[in-house]
């Protein structure tokens, strides 16, 4: 069973950083894609950054020049650095992983940004 552990939220101002991981329990080479999701209260989910097993990286248009995906196989943990925080983007994050059958979440990680 695959389980997507995220760590690193946390409670940061405006214009600070935070580096989110995404461990998972299996080669993350066994996805296709992996990436960042979040959702803020009362809003659906939406995409903030993937990478494909390829390498190739996909990021939102309102996160681009602000945050970096990043992997290790060698720790099967995917990364997401955080700079330049806005208080729009509070919400919870989510490390996703989409294989050829399904797709796995994490359990999320709260991140607060305050004025």
């Known amino acids: 069973q695959v389980q997507l552990v995220e760590s690193g939220g946390g409670l940061v101002q405006t214009g600070g950083s935070l580096r989110l991981s995404c461990a998972a329990s299996?080669?993350?080479?066994?996805?296709?894609?992996m990436g960042w999701y979040r959702q803020a209260p009362g809003k659906q989910r939406e995409l903030v950054a993937t990478?494909?097993?390829?390498?190739?990286?996909t990021y939102v248009d309102y996160v681009k020049g602000r945050f970096t995906i990043a992997r290790d196989s060698a720790e099967n943990t995917v990364y997401l650095q955080m700079s330049g925080l806005k208080t729009e983007d509070t919400a919870v994050y989510y490390c996703?992983?989409?294989?050829?059958?399904?797709?796995?979440w994490g359990q999320g990680t709260q991140v607060t940004v305050t004025s």
């Open positions: 996703g992983a989409w294989s050829h059958t399904r797709n796995y």
């Open positions: 299996q080669n993350i080479f066994n996805f296709n894609t």
């Open positions: 990478i494909n097993v390829g390498g190739k990286i």
